[in-house]
C-alpha cells in the first residue's frame, strides 16, 4: 500500500465514523424530542397537581380548626360533666343527711 491509498483508506474511514456519529446524534435527538403535545399535557397536568395541593393544604388547614374546635368542645364538656358529678355528689351527700336527721326524728 503506498501512500496516497494510505491517505484515501483514512480519510474514508474517518468520514465514515463521521457519519456513523451524526446518524447515531439524530437517532438520539429524533427519539428523546418531546412533542408540543406532550409539553401541553405536562403542563395541563402540572396545574392540575398544583390546584390538587392547594386543596388538599385547605382540607389539611380546615381539618387542624375542626379539630381544634372539637377538642375545646369536648373540654368544655368534660368540665360540666365533672361539675354535674360534683353537685350529684353533693345532692346526695344532702339527701343522706336529710334521710338521717328524718331517721333520727321518727325514732326520737
Known amino acids: ?14 468520514f465514515a465514523a463521521f457519519a ?16 408540543a403535545k406532550d409539553v401541553g399535557e405536562l403542563d395541563r397536568m402540572s ?23 372539637l377538642s375545646n368542645q369536648l373540654s368544655q364538656t368534660e368540665a360540666e360533666l365533672s361539675a354535674a358529678m360534683e353537685g350529684l355528689r353533693h345532692a346526695r351527700r344532702e339527701a343522706e343527711e336529710l334521710r338521717a336527721i328524718a331517721d333520727r326524728a321518727r325514732a326520737g
Open 1 to 14: 500500500m503506498n501512500r496516497n491509498e494510505f491517505i484515501i483508506t483514512t480519510a474514508i474511514i474517518l
Open 20 to 35: 456513523l456519529g451524526w446518524f447515531a446524534n439524530w437517532l438520539v435527538h429524533r427519539f428523546t424530542r418531546v412533542s
Open 47 to 69: 396545574q392540575e397537581l398544583h390546584h390538587a395541593e392547594e386543596t388538599r393544604d385547605q382540607a389539611i388547614t380546615y381539618l387542624q380548626q375542626r379539630e381544634s374546635e
